[in-house]
RNA sequence: GGUGCCAUAGCCAAGCGGUAAGGCAGAGGUCUGCAAAACCUCUAUUCUCCAGUUCAAAUCUGGAUGGCACCUCCA
């Protein structure tokens, strides 16, 4: 079984990406925190990831794939305090909006997706044994703080020796801890805040344990993949493999994968930049599958740049794709062809498509063999048979769908009142009525529709 | 200060030791009643700069310059 490479932030390298157990994949992406609508960067590993799982099972594997959402959070206390509202209100509104940017982007619902405020019961679980083994301990006022240096190998995924991140740590007002770098699995809760009854105090789970407690119900002790941004690899992905590794003494995941920042014209983005762009409001501008399409022009381990200028661009070589597969079903039905060398210039995509994908996920070099079968179609059309160019089509989709683009194609039935409008078209253009011609593809395109004069007859297109 | 990453045409971007993919934009042409799309040709003798290693470097090494990230619960 041969296997895809990717880069592994655990050992900085790229390397074979096996699996536990032969053909199946378990994986587990870090999801938003649920205080607002999320913004383009947010949409990153999401389509990333997403991709990376349609690869894995166009591959022939089985993947289980859990993404969690954090419902239980400061940022969302907040807001719901500012609002007179309770938490979930706020959670839950943000969460439905997050899905319906996950379809509009057309990324496939995960096979679980966790919340924190339904894996209270696991977080304390967890605690409670990390506290049994020596590995926690509460303060006095019944928080429960994870002692960093009982766990020898803190610090190995993001490379920092431990003496490094304690000169960097603080100490937040209130906290009583033993290390700087200790950091909270329990916070008792404080006025205004929403609280659970647990054996060290009524409180809420600190950040970093849910993940850890998410995994593990879903996935088990041991995962194969564990991924998000590249911001989360400290703190918050280090402390999951101490929590998690103290607490079973077994592996947490085999191989962790982050994505690069989104910047804004060159900039990290943030609100006091005035840069901030939420996916609703560029989906609202450019559709949904350009910002997907956007996302995978670079490699996911490279800082991307996102400007106007950049997404108009996609939009306009998004549209090249369409086209050609629009134009593909046209030849279909209408080729005279005897070739079938569009076959081989299939097979040849498809091979190198796989190619570049088993290199750590190359989406930029992806995306330009599904343009090498572009050019192919365009340039041989109607030499080409009716099967030949089925097969084609059917390589086409299998590929486009792996990057998870061309979901928006309109296959409904043309009306017949379009279909007449095309047919009186073509008689009075016979007649060379130009007038009557362009005053009926006016009329189409005020019903959606574009008619394109081709060698073979009228091509009639929804728009 | 510690730890990493990046620099390829007007724009986006792959390539990572063997002589510059792909897309967008632009110019000219073909086709077309006009369109649209498509096709053909052109658009980096060169990969930020300077040294070095090598038969061979955008790709490796050293240095410089510029930009970015994490070490501050931000994907």
């Known amino acids: 079984m041969e296997h895809m490479k990717v880069f592994n932030t ?11 157990k032969e053909g199946e994949y378990k994986i587990y992406v870090c999801g938003p925190t649920v205080y607002n609508y999320i913004h383009i960067g947010n949409a990153r590993p999401a389509v990333i990831f997403d991709t990376l799982r349609r690869y894995l099972e166009y591959r022939g594997n089985t993947v289980r794939y859990v993404s969690n959402i954090t419902d239980i959070d400061d940022k969302i206390i907040k807001k719901a305090n500012e609002e007179g509202v309770s938490f979930d209100t706020v959670a839950r509104k943000y969460e439905s909006e997050y899905y319906t940017d996950l379809d509009g982007m057309n990324v496939k619902p995960a096979d679980a997706r966790p919340r924190v405020s339904d894996t209270i019961p696991e977080i304390i679980d967890i605690t409670q044994t990390l506290m049994d083994k020596g590995h926690a301990y509460k303060t006095e006022n019944g928080d429960v703080y994870f002692r960093v240096h009982s766990f020898a190998e803190y610090g190995k995924l993001s490379h920092q020796p431990l003496e490094d991140l304690e000169s960097g740590a603080r100490i937040a007002m209130g906290e009583i801890k033993e290390s700087p770098v200790d950091f ?18 009524a409180g809420r789970p600190g950040w970093h344990i849910e993940c850890s407690a998410m995994s593990k ?5 041991t995962i194969d993949l564990h991924c998000g941004g590249e911001d989360l690899i400290f703190p918050h992905h280090e402390n999951e493999i101490a929590q998690s590794e103290c607490a079973s003494d077994k592996i947490f995941a085999h191989y962790w994968m982050h994505n690069a920042f989104l910047n804004v014209d060159n900039q990290k983005m943030s609100k006091s930049l005035n840069n901030f762009f939420t996916v609703r409001d560029i989906s609202k501008e450019y559709g949904y599958e350009v910002i997907r399409y956007f996302l995978l022009t670079a490699h996911y381990r490279s800082p991307l740049n996102f400007t106007r200028e950049i ?6 070589s998004l549209e090249r794709i369409y086209t050609a597969r629009e134009q593909l079903d046209f030849l279909m039905a209408n080729t005279t062809g005897t070739q079938d060398t569009i076959k081989a210039a299939a097979d040849k995509a498809k091979a190198d498509f796989i190619s570049v994908m088993n290199d750590d996920l190359n989406t930029a070099d992806g995306l330009s063999k599904i343009f090498e079968l572009v050019t192919a179609i365009n340039t041989t059309g109607t030499l080409q048979t009716k099967q030949a160019l089925e097969y084609a089509a059917t390589m086409f989709d299998e590929l486009c769908g792996v990057l998870g683009i061309l979901y928006n194609r309109k296959t409904d039935e043309i009306p017949q009142q379009v279909k007449d409008l095309v047919a009186e078209r073509s008689e009075v253009r016979q007649a060379k009525n130009w007038k009557r011609a362009d005053e009926i593809r006016d009329e189409l395109a005020a019903l959606g529709y574009e008619v394109k004069d081709t060698p073979q007859g009228p091509q009639i297109l929804n728009k």
């Open 311 to 316: 997404i108009a661009q996609c939009k306009s």
């Open 10 to 20: 655990l050992t900085r390298k790229k390397e074979e990406f096996i699996p536990i």
């Open 217 to 221: 119900k879903h996935l088990g002790e």
């Open 184 to 201: 909270a699995l329990w916070k008792a809760s404080k006025p205004g805040e929403p609280q659970w009854a647990s054996p060290f105090s």
